[in-house]
């Protein structure tokens, strides 16, 4: 069966810092991957996804970025957080092609103090 | 520009009765809809989904409708529980995209 990994549960960083979330995928092969943040009392908020190694596409311009080294490895990375970096970070997955739904990890909570 | 709404952030409903979740789409392009719920510092669950083909999927206690004229489609549950009481979000895709948008999602309270 498909397991998705994501890690630290959570995160107290300063502003000005660097971050790295780290997501895998254990079970399949050649999954999207996804980044999704959940700001406080709001919805779900795609940020990057993923369709094969190296390939990366932005919905939201900011200050994150997103790296897909390996088939089944997804990063969030921030060279410098702001407090407004301050939510709850997902990971997904998903079969390529569509018509099959989301699988999300546990989040990350990060706070930005 | 949101394009899948949830139009009520809260309901409470009694214990045995039926919850109604609703939610709007913009886009027609959508052709795949999903609902999960959502249990606080955790990842959403998938619950049911939908093919734009059907106007009704049902598993279990979860009924999903879809009416593709309107752009509307809801979440039953029948009957409601205290263990339903979470967050759902509605999600909806392009079946040749690749991505999913979420609408602001409810939060369900089943009172017992």
């Known amino acids: 069966s498909q397991t998705i990994h994501q890690w630290p549960a959570t995160l107290v960083q300063p502003v000005g810092s660097p971050l790295s979330l780290e997501c895998t995928v254990e079970g399949t092969s050649n999954p999207n991957l996804y980044w999704y943040r959940q700001a406080a009392g709001r919805g779900l908020q795609l940020l990057f996804y993923s369709v094969g190694i190296g390939q990366i596409s932005s919905e939201v311009p900011q200050n994150l970025s997103a790296s897909r080294p390996q088939d089944r490895q997804f990063i969030l990375s921030s060279k410098k957080l702001l407090l407004s970096d301050s939510g709850f970070y997902l990971c997904?997955?998903?079969?390529?092609?569509?018509?099959?739904?989301?699988?999300f990890g546990n989040g990350t909570r990060l706070t930005v103090t | 520009d949101q394009q899948v709404k949830q139009n009520s952030p809260s309901l409470s409903v009694q214990e045995g009765r039926i919850s109604i979740l609703n939610c709007d789409y913009t886009?027609?392009?959508?052709?795949?809809f999903l609902w999960y719920k959502k249990y606080p510092a955790e990842g959403p669950t998938f619950l049911i989904s939908i093919s734009s083909i059907k106007d009704k999927n049902e598993d279990g206690r979860f009924t999903v409708f879809l009416n593709k004229s309107a752009k509307h489609l809801s979440l039953h549950i029948v009957p409601s529980q205290p263990g339903d009481s979470a967050v759902y979000f509605c999600?909806?895709?392009?079946?040749?995209?690749?991505?999913?948008?979420f609408g602001t999602g409810t939060s369900l309270t089943v009172i017992p």
């Open positions: 886009n027609s392009m959508f052709d795949y």
């Open positions: 999600a909806a895709s392009a079946n040749t995209g690749n991505q999913f948008y």
């Open positions: 997904a997955w998903s079969v390529l092609g569509g018509g099959s739904p989301l699988h």
